[in-house]
């Protein structure tokens, strides 16, 4: 059992993102997983670059992307990989940049458009388990308002088509700073968000660690 765990954000070192898939791949290390965690923003790549070789009809192969650059080796591990837990914190409404682009190559060469859109269907070569995990300042209010749900339920939907399974972990109204003092943010108060970090923040972790290893044990539905 092989495990590939996608960090799209730019903190690589010890912070919401990368932790809670740290202990998703801990979870599933224990469970006897092997587990492999890539950070997105030590590549340069781009984004789909709308060749369309992927939807060409003479073409080679099913699901493989035509770009070429430090993406594709990851795109071609991830093929043959048992699971798949894609981590992001959510930057003025959506993934990060560098998440977005991925999913573009990743899902958009696997997409087979068939005969009806209600029925989209996967070039993927096989089933796997898969996760999406959002970190946001937002909270469940601000989740609300500004509409951040539809886009993990349209995420969710996207993954679920290609590979047949997705769980989604959200870890809200996080930590963004060691030091409020320094910059504009009087919109939140530190010491709540102090707070929850401490009390709440774990218990994530904790969710994340049993999440991997539900994908270990294919438990995934």
Not at 65 to 78: F, K, Q, Y
Not at 95 to 117: D, I, P
Not at 150 to 168: D, H, P, Q, S, Y
Not at 186 to 211: T, W, Y
Request: hydrophobic share 40%; aromatic share 10%; proline share 2%.
């Amino acid at each position: 059992m092989k495990i590939m765990a996608i960090n799209g954000s730019p903190r690589k070192k010890k912070w919401n993102t990368v932790t809670l898939l740290e202990s998703a791949l801990e979870g599933a290390s224990s469970a006897g997983a092997e587990t492999e965690i890539i950070h997105l923003y030590d590549l340069q790549f781009s984004g789909c670059l709308s060749c369309f070789s992927c939807k060409r009809l003479d073409r080679k192969e099913n699901g493989v992307c035509a770009v070429r650059d430090a993406l594709t080796p990851v795109l071609e591990r991830i093929r043959k990989a048992d699971a798949l837990i894609i981590g992001t914190p959510v930057y003025c409404g959506a993934e990060t940049a560098s998440t977005r682009a991925f999913l573009e190559r990743l899902l958009y060469s696997n997409l087979n458009y068939g005969k009806n859109f209600k029925a989209l269907a996967s070039h993927f070569p096989r089933r796997i388990n898969t996760a999406m995990i959002y970190t946001m300042n937002a909270t469940d209010e601000m989740i609300t308002y500004f509409g951040f749900d539809r886009l993990f339920a349209t995420m969710k939907m996207f993954m679920e088509v290609i590979f047949g399974t997705c769980e989604l972990l959200l870890s809200k109204d996080t930590l963004q700073f060691n030091n409020y003092d320094e910059y504009e943010v009087a919109l939140f108060d530190k010491v709540k968000k102090a707070k929850r970090h401490a009390e709440v923040f774990p218990e994530e972790c904790k969710h994340a660690f049993e999440l991997g290893i539900r994908m270990a044990r294919g438990d995934i539905s």
